[in-house]
């Protein structure tokens, strides 16, 4: 298992390109079993992730070739799609186990082939994650759902849908949490088939719907109120191939940015998707960065250059994490690291996945100064953080504990960095061109000899 050493205290400036989003791609890569024709997505980020659900779709009958970036600062490569055969039905627990966004296929699979079987994911480090709503949103299509051996077993019922397809309804997609995002993308991409109109009622508002709605109407779809609460599908009777490009990804964006935060750094981000970090901007404009942008550009697609005040003067803030727009909790453990070098006490509530905070203990063991109580942390600001070997348990703990490391005094080894090969395309080496001293180490690397042995 790989490892980062990071020797930190180095400030970070210069210029990186965002990749292509890694949450906007995976559910659009699944809507490629909408048709029998190709569909090809470029400014898709080459990751662990994304070459698990091209392996997923080839065991579902859909050609998913990966064709690499010519240049490795380009937002991505491209993926070529075509399912041409409809008769693997079956997503397997060895797969799906490895990454819970397998369960994007559901919908995709019984809306064209009538039939479908995932394995039903289990809890991951971030919480329990049901996919209860998503399997109430496809019943209320009209399909027939149950368990199986650990499985989702999910078919339109022959006797009263024409052409074996599911039929539109209404349907509520509201939980304890808010909306679903990958539940939104299964109802609404197997709502693009079905006999009639769907009404999805308190679907999720995030860009990556935005996104894949956009894709199915490239595809001849005809989805309407994407990015509201309210999403119209009007049922066609087939979907052909298209050709779509993935917008970039705001949360590697956001991870940047703290980067930059955390490290009094000044760094710009050409593809920035400014136009979905508004809540970050916000914060981190309380905090006292100054972000620049050209109004005039594509605000999806924009440059942006962010810089930081001097270590030690960035103010505290509360923040409460929210479905988009409010601030996303997939940037909550970078902007905790973050805080715990302002100049004071701020509050952070996670309000999505309440167990999300692995990440605390480890930055306690390189002295932040953190107090937990049930959704909240309370982040008493300290003057400087200092290095040691943390244990990464999730795709943005990890990148909270390298946050903390590139600006922590001494060596910080970040281990178990598999978890960020998720999410991060060659995460130490875009720190590095911003003048980072970050090394990957891999397990066969000799560990760093224990400082002060026996003292
Ligand atoms: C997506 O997960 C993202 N994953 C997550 O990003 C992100 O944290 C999450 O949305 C919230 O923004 C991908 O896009 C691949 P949800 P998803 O269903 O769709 C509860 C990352 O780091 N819920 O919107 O699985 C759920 O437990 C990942 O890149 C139900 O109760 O999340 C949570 O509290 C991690 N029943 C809330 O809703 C359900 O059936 C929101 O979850 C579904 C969800």
Redesign the pocket.
């Given at each position: 298992m790989d490892r980062f050493d990071i020797n930190g205290g180095r400030r970070l400036a210069g210029r990186l390109t965002v990749k292509g989003s890694?949450?906007a791609a995976?559910p659009m890569l699944a809507a490629a079993l909408l048709t029998d024709q190709p569909v090809t997505l470029t400014d898709v980020p080459e990751l662990a992730d994304i070459a698990n659900m091209r392996r997923l779709l080839t065991e579902l009958g859909c050609e998913a070739q990966a064709v690499p970036a010519a240049d490795p600062e380009s937002p991505g490569g491209a993926v070529r799609l075509h399912a041409r055969d409809q008769s693997r039905c079956h997503a397997r627990y060895d797969i799906v186990r490895t990454m819970?966004?397998s369960v994007c296929v559901l919908g995709p699979m019984l809306a064209l082939r009538g039939q479908a079987r995932v394995s039903l994911p289990g809890g991951c480090a971030?919480?329990?994650?049901?996919?209860?709503?998503?399997l109430r949103g496809l019943a209320a299509l009209g399909a027939d759902i149950v368990l199986d051996q650990g499985d989702i077993v999910a078919r339109v019922p022959r006797a009263h849908q024409k052409r074996g397809r599911l039929r539109g309804a209404r349907v509520f997609l509201g939980?304890?949490?808010?909306?679903?995002?990958?539940?939104t993308a299964n109802v609404m991409s197997a709502a693009t088939l079905a006999e009639g109109t769907t009404v999805i009622e308190s679907a999720?508002c995030?860009p990556?719907i935005v996104d894949l709605a956009n894709l199915l109407n490239a595809m001849g779809a005809r989805v309407s109120g994407q990015g509201s609460p309210r999403i119209v599908v009007q049922g066609v009777a087939e979907l052909g191939g298209a050709d779509h490009r993935v917008i970039p990804d705001r949360?590697e964006a956001g991870t940047y940015m703290c980067a930059a935060a955390i490290t009094g750094g000044d760094v710009t981000l050409d593809n920035c998707p400014v136009d979905a970090l508004m809540a970050l901007a916000d914060r981190l404009q309380e905090m006292g960065l100054t972000l620049r942008f050209d109004p005039g550009q594509d605000a999806m697609r924009t440059s942006c250059r962010v810089t930081a005040p001097a270590p030690g003067s960035l103010r505290p803030v509360e923040v409460a994490t929210q479905?988009h727009p409010g601030f996303?909790?997939?940037l909550q453990a970078q902007l905790l690291a973050v805080l715990c070098l302002a100049d004071g006490n701020s509050v952070i509530t996670e309000r999505?996945?309440t167990e999300r905070f692995l990440h605390v203990a480890e930055l306690s063991r390189m002295g932040a100064r953190l107090y937990r109580q049930g959704p909240t942390v309370i982040v008493s600001g300290v003057r400087e953080l200092v290095g040691a070997p943390v244990m990464a348990s999730d795709?943005?703990a990890s990148a909270c504990l390298v946050l903390a490391g590139l600006a922590a005094r001494g060596t910080t080894t970040v281990n178990r960095v598999y978890h960020l090969d998720r999410?991060y395309e060659r995460m130490e080496q875009r720190l590095i061109s911003l003048g980072a001293d970050v090394t990957r180490l891999s397990a066969k690397d000799p560990e760093p000899a224990p400082q002060n042995a026996g003292q």
């Open positions: 890694k949450n995976l819970r966004a971030i919480g329990e994650r049901p996919v209860d709503i998503h939980g304890p949490f808010g909306s679903t995002v990958l539940g999720a995030e990556e949360i479905p996303p909790t997939d999505i996945f795709l943005r999410g």
